[in-house]
């Protein structure tokens, strides 16, 4: 088993930055996938970066490429997003979960491929 802890969410401005956290528990960490999900008021939960467990491989949905950076620090524990140029679109509660979608046992998009997600740190960005 795996808690996981999201920081560093809050209000900014449009085309400000941001960087989130993600503190796990656990030794296992390292070998998880690792996503960024995100759900704006109205719509449903969407991923929006996922990171392998040895950071090797890295996907984005279309809608934050160029602009967010997901990472990892197996050694820490932790999940990073780095989040630049943020447009009130931007705006959601942003979910950190661990799963072994990269080993074929999920859809490492889907929240179906995560067996363990935080609690959430909501992001606002104002026009």
């Known amino acids: 088993q795996v808690q996981l802890v999201e920081s560093g969410g809050g209000l900014v401005q449009a085309g400000d930055s941001l960087r989130l956290s993600c503190a796990a528990s656990?030794?296992?960490?390292?070998?998880?996938?690792m996503g960024w999900f995100r759900q704006a008021p109205g719509k449903e939960r969407g991923y929006v970066a996922v990171?392998?467990?040895?950071?090797?491989?890295?996907r984005y949905a279309d809608s934050v490429k160029g602009r967010l950076t997901i990472s990892r620090d197996n050694a820490k524990n932790t999940v990073y997003m780095q989040m630049n140029s943020l447009k009130p679109a931007d705006t959601a509660v942003y979910y950190c979960?661990?799963?072994?979608?990269?080993?074929?046992?999920?859809?490492?998009?889907?929240?179906?491929?995560?067996?363990?997600w935080g609690q959430g740190t909501q992001v606002t960005v104002s026009s």
């Open positions: 979960a661990a799963g072994w979608a990269g080993y074929g046992l999920g859809d490492p998009l889907a929240e179906t491929g995560y067996d363990y």
């Open positions: 656990g030794r296992t960490f390292r070998h998880y996938t």
């Open positions: 990171i392998s467990s040895n950071s090797e491989t890295t």
